[in-house]
């Protein structure tokens, strides 16, 4: 299913967004919404009604989904006797200049009815509410994790990045699980995108990942986090085991790029083969490969090229391997963009079905599949892997 919302010119403006853009013929009135973000359980986390208010509502639904990590697992965390780790990831916080800032009334209830200024604003208060840094901590504190409490940061790939580090505080014993995973919640909502060609976003709020008529993604809200925990001691303990995290690779692109923004199919290659070495995966065993996939003309060939490569070092086989993206479904979750796609891939291992990848129809000309491992799937398949796991 796709979850893309269209909205209409009356409402973009009743968000707040600038008339001059709303009429712009360019302007593209459709993203990824959340129902209802502004809602919290203030009560159950105990907080008062003021402090939740001042909260960035990233770090409000990430505290939320956390819990939610918890109850799936069957753990209470605030009883939980071993060390809990705890790896996120926020994106830019937009409610402190949108909604904080811009709200005379808040600012007013806030200091007993008297207006003051921005700067005589309790500033503590303001950073720690808003400032992403203490996204994890401020999990840790409500839900008694005592294992490392850390901040990580590298844009779009942050949260495949917590499910690395996390997995490496594990090995070396610095607890015994730890969430991994991250938030990003764009507001106001309703602000839809202006189309620019060649650039990122799509011209009709569609991602179009490997296709043909791929010419942008588009941006939206979303978070994620996963229960991790040793296979021994899940095994051991008779936990429900969704997936099994093999091995994990992080590299950079360093200067080898056209631009800072770019991507390197030098980079991808690299991880992609390390990641699989170091989980001892031979790559014709990989018969499903959850892509980047932003739905832009050059950036989905760069990727494919990469992971061909990184896949030819081992095998010459064709056509074996569906490749596909989660962005197709709920558009680009920017920081929340690589949990998205771990926990479908997840998924899919779980109910051993293949997701089909939307609005892909007909390959990107750039992309010559028939010399590459990989296939683009149209339709749900049922996951069969007869020669191994």
């Known amino acids: 299913r796709e979850t893309i919302t269209f909205f209409s010119a009356e409402q973009a403006l009743a968000a707040g967004v600038d008339p001059a853009l709303v009429r712009n013929p360019n302007h593209v009135r459709a993203a990824p919404l959340l129902d209802a973000p502004e809602a919290f359980d203030a009560e159950f986390f105990r907080y008062n009604a003021k402090e939740a208010r001042m909260i960035d509502p990233q770090q409000r639904l990430f505290l939320e989904v956390c819990w939610e990590a918890f109850e799936d697992a069957g753990y209470d965390p605030l009883t939980f006797p071993g060390k809990v780790g705890m790896f996120a990831a926020s994106g830019m916080n937009a409610y402190l200049p949108n909604n904080l800032w811009a709200n005379d009334k808040f600012l007013q209830e806030e200091n007993g009815g008297r207006m003051l ?3 005589s604003m309790n500033g503590f208060n303001v950073m720690i509410t808003n400032d992403k840094d203490y996204l994890p901590m401020r999990v840790s504190y409500k839900l008694n994790l005592r294992g490392p ?14 499910l ?3 997995c490496q505080s594990l090995r070396l014993g610095d607890c015994e699980m730890a969430l991994a995973g991250g938030v990003s919640i764009k507001l106001p909502q309703h602000a839809g995108h202006l189309y620019s060609p060649g650039m990122l976003n799509s011209p009709d709020g569609h991602c179009r990942a490997y296709d043909a008529k791929a010419e942008g993604t588009i941006f939206g809200n979303g978070a994620g986090v996963v229960l991790l925990k040793p296979l021994a001691a899940a095994q051991a303990a008779g936990d429900r ?3 099994v995290v093999k091995g994990t690779a992080s590299n950079n692109d360093g200067a080898g790029k056209v631009g800072f923004t770019a991507p390197s199919s030098w980079g991808q290659e690299e991880v992609c083969a390390e990641a699989m070495a170091r989980a001892g995966v031979s790559p014709e065993s990989v018969t499903f490969m959850e892509g980047h996939g932003t739905g832009t003309a050059l950036g989905d060939p760069i990727e494919v090229n990469a992971l ?3 896949f030819r070092r081992h095998t010459g086989r064709t056509g074996y391997c569906a490749l596909g993206s989660v962005k197709s479904n709920v558009g680009h979750l920017q920081i929340a963009s690589g949990i998205a796609g771990l926990i479908k891939t997840t998924l899919a291992l779980h109910h051993r079905q293949i997701p ?3 609005h892909f129809e007909k390959p990107n000309p750039r992309i010559d599949f028939s010399t590459t491992p990989f296939f683009g799937n149209r339709q749900t398949l049922d996951w069969t892997s007869p020669e191994g796991p």
């Open 241 to 243: 085991i969704y997936a």
């Open 164 to 166: 690395h580090e996390a």
């Open 117 to 119: 200024t921005v700067d």
């Open 356 to 358: 089909g990848t939307l």
């Open 149 to 162: 409490s850390v901040n990580v940061q590298s844009a779009c790939s942050s949260t495949l990045l917590t």
């Open 308 to 310: 061909s490569s990184a």
